[in-house]
């Protein structure tokens, strides 16, 4: 069984689907055991990701044109192994309902070892932007990769 991996941000439109993109390009490429989905704290659902995040991930192979948005749901926080928020304010929030899934719910940079970094929400700010939090997300995840392998 695939260990699964959630990512979450606020809107589920930038952030979260490219590392869930990112993360499923490199198990399906290098044949880990691996699932990554994507959620948001604020999202609706359906809503597809941002032209300028499909753009940026579509430069490093990554396909996101027919993600559809979800809310963080109960099933999927009890589904998963490892929930892996952008910013330690997404960490508090799910905390602060779910206080006993302490253990599995990490920011992304601390997953890294780099202590709680923000991941900047770059929705609404040109492409440039988005390569740069990709960029973000790629180096964190690549800092990360003994957990997912």
């Given at each position: 069984m695939p260990k699964k991996i959630l990512f979450v941000c606020t809107g589920n439109t930038c952030r979260s689907p490219m590392a869930e993109g990112l993360?499923?390009?490199?198990?399906?490429?290098?044949?880990?055991?691996?699932?990554?989905?994507?959620?948001?704290?604020?999202?609706?659902?359906?809503?597809?990701?941002?032209?300028?995040?499909?753009?940026?991930?579509?430069?490093?192979?990554?396909?996101?044109?027919?993600?559809?948005?979800?809310?963080?749901?109960?099933?999927?926080?009890?589904?998963?192994?490892?929930?892996?928020?952008?910013?330690?304010?997404?960490?508090?929030?799910?905390l602060r309902k779910m206080p006993d899934l302490e253990s599995k719910v990490k920011v992304l940079s601390e997953l890294a070892g780099e202590g709680a970094v923000d991941i900047e929400d770059p929705v609404g700010l040109p492409l440039e932007e988005y390569r740069k939090v990709l960029g973000q997300i790629e180096g964190y995840l690549?800092?990360?990769?003994?957990?997912?392998?």
């Open positions: 993360l499923n390009k490199w198990a399906n490429d290098q044949h880990w055991d691996v699932e990554a989905k994507s959620a948001g704290l604020a999202a609706f659902g359906g809503v597809p990701a941002t032209p300028e995040a499909i753009e940026a991930a579509g430069e490093k192979g990554i396909d996101l044109t027919a993600h559809q948005s979800q809310p963080l749901s109960k099933v999927l926080v009890l589904e998963s192994d490892l929930i892996v928020t952008m910013t330690a304010k997404h960490k508090e929030s799910i690549t800092k990360s990769k003994s957990v997912f392998n």
